[in-house]
């Protein structure tokens, strides 16, 4: 019985959901007049959506029939030689009927990498295989014939066997067909892709034994160029299902025009996989043969001289996205708009890492953390309680049981920079403890408003802006063409401008030197640095980039402008 208003409760609620008989079927769609050139024709095409079924593939139904024909199959190891809908039916459908994760995929190692994400993703083990991607189930020494003699081995494994087992057929010969012709009575053509051979043969048996003036068509990848899901006409001889006595026709389609159908469907509604757009490529092909003779005007309802048909669309394209791309030229696909901006600042940004002015402050000045944190930095973008702030003392005694290596000459034309210069840590640790080292002739000594352990300041601006005003201890990096007026005050609004400084930062921070230095003047993983620029943008890549070197970089809201107010 159909769940009133499609809802599952209870204890077998999903299973329910999985069971055909209590769904709704599933949508039948008149395809767009865009995508119907016969339509003036009176052809009239309708997709079948067995993507909407709930393992959202053709094989929701054949996996179900399967695994109720093998009860036993609930407790053990499951094998199947698929890498798509097949495996991840079975998959899914074993934990949903009996709790069974124990579902092994075989897999071709030609397969996109990213489709095992799929598997995976969904609890089923993928077990690779070499050789042929698309092998012939009668080959004895292909996968499938292994797979069968290693279930006959072992009692505790199980190989329904997609490609012999009846069940897989007569699922759409119970489900699928009758589904189709309650939908849809006046149906004259049924057409969809071949690979068992299962949703052909069922689904053709069930509409002619109902209406024998149905005529079907297979649709078959070209020898040699496939479209995953269905396989070549010459793999498919050997199939031992019954489809030679109901399938009327097949037809061939090139993998590259599957792909450019599906996307055309999707498109326009109707998502669905490139095996999708192959039944629908196969079936205007096969429709613009019959408009050619009088065979279409045959094939119409007598008494509304129209052609009903149907295409099955049985799988998501999703997970064949890099596929479409390497298929279709790019033209057939929106160009990237400021594309620069895959050539720079791809690194991590994080909220986390700016702070407001008055969170700078806190930290710079090295207060104790307010009890309640939330409510004091209730601004603050970000966490500064990621930063240890060590006590001077304590700091002090970390620094002597540390070795240092000498450090690299400062290359900074900063007036900190020359506290450090050239010095090694311990010479500049004393300087510093000394209490007497200044930052620059006008600024007041450091060692109280500026301790090695609380964070060092990173300058950007220009070197006469520095010389203007600083925050006292500040280190001058002055980036090659940052100026305040770049890209009007908003550099995220211009790509161009990210690109540029982008690439200036690149170049102040790509020499070992350099980074040498910083790491002497930001005792590199024990104090932080919070960099200025003139209005936050800049210094935001440079945390970036400084994040990305293990440094742990904060930049400051608003730039300079927002940290004047405390000097
Ligand atoms: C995406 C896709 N399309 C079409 C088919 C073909 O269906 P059948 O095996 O019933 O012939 C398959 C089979 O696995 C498939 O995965």
């Not at 309680?385 to 034309?413: D, G, M, N």
Request: aromatic share 8%; with cysteine; glycine share 8%.
């Amino acid at each position: 019985m159909i769940s009133p208003n499609n809802v599952f409760r209870g204890p077998n609620s999903v299973a329910d959901f999985f069971d055909p008989e209590k769904s709704p079927p599933v949508p039948l769609v008149e395809i767009p007049d865009r995508l119907n050139p016969y339509k003036k024709d009176g052809v009239r095409i309708y997709a079948k959506l067995l993507t909407h079924l709930p393992a959202q593939n053709v094989k929701s139904l054949p996996a179900l029939k399967m695994l109720r024909g093998t009860p036993e199959a609930g407790k053990k190891t499951i094998v199947e030689a698929s890498s798509g809908s097949t495996v991840l039916s079975l998959g899914i459908l074993a934990r949903v009927l009996w709790g069974n994760e124990h579902v092994n995929a075989y897999v071709t190692n030609k397969k996109h990498p990213e489709s095992l994400y799929m598997l995976r993703f969904f609890g089923i083990t993928p077990h690779l295989y070499g050789g042929l991607a698309q092998q012939e189930p009668t080959d004895p020494t292909g996968i499938m014939c292994r797979l069968r003699r290693l279930a006959r081995k072992r009692e505790d494994i199980v190989y329904p066997g997609q490609y012999d087992n009846e069940n897989n057929w007569k699922a759409h010969e119970q489900w699928t067909g009758p589904q189709i012709l309650r939908q849809l009575p006046e149906i004259n053509l049924f057409c969809t892709t071949v690979g068992t051979g299962g949703c052909i043969t069922g689904t053709s048996s069930y509409l002619k034994s109902q209406k024998p003036s149905v005529r079907t068509l297979g649709v078959f990848n070209v020898f040699g160029d496939p479209t995953p899901g269905p396989r070549h006409f010459e793999n498919f001889n050997s199939c031992g299902f019954p489809w030679a006595q109901t399938v009327d026709t097949f037809v061939d389609v090139a993998s590259v025009d599957s792909y450019r159908m599906s996307m055309r469907l999707s498109r326009e509604g109707l998502i669905a996989g490139p095996s999708s757009g192959q039944a629908l490529r196969g079936l205007l092909d096969y429709v613009g043969q019959l408009n050619e003779t009088d065979e279409l005007r045959q094939l119409a309802d007598p008494a509304t001289g129209e052609v009903s048909c149907v295409f099955t669309c049985s799988d998501l394209p999703y997970q064949y996205l890099p596929m479409y791309f390497q298929k279709l030229g790019p033209d057939e696909f929106p160009s990237i708009q400021n594309e620069i901006l895959l050539q720079c600042d791809q690194l991590k940004h994080d909220e986390r890492w700016i702070l407001t002015p008055s969170a700078a402050e806190e930290l710079l000045r090295f207060r104790p953390k307010p009890t309640s944190y939330s409510a004091s930095y209730k601004n603050a973008a970000a966490d500064i309680s990621e930063i240890t702030l060590e006590p001077v003392a304590e700091t002090k005694q970390a620094y002597s049981v540390t070795p240092r290596p000498t450090p690299k000459p400062s290359l900074f034309p900063s007036c900190i920079g020359s506290l450090f210069k050239s010095k090694p840590r311990s010479t500049a640790l004393k300087t510093a403890q000394s209490g007497q080292p200044r930052c620059c002739a006008v600024h007041a000594p450091l060692a109280t408003a500026n301790p090695p352990s609380t964070p060092l300041i990173l300058d950007l601006r220009s070197k006469a802006a520095f010389r203007t005003k600083h925050v006292p201890g500040s280190l001058s990096a002055p980036l090659a063409g940052l100026t305040p007026d770049l890209a009007d005050g908003d550099l995220f609004g211009v790509p161009e401008a990210v690109f540029s400084v982008w690439n200036s930062i690149q170049a102040l921070f790509g020499t070992q030197e350099i980074l040498d230095c910083l790491e002497e003047e930001a005792d590199w993983g024990r104090r932080a640095v919070v960099v200025v620029c003139y209005d936050g943008d800049a210094s935001r890549l440079v945390t970036a980039t400084l994040r990305d070197r293990g440094v742990e970089a904060f930049s400051v809201q608003g730039g300079f402008a927002g940290v004047q107010g405390w000097l």
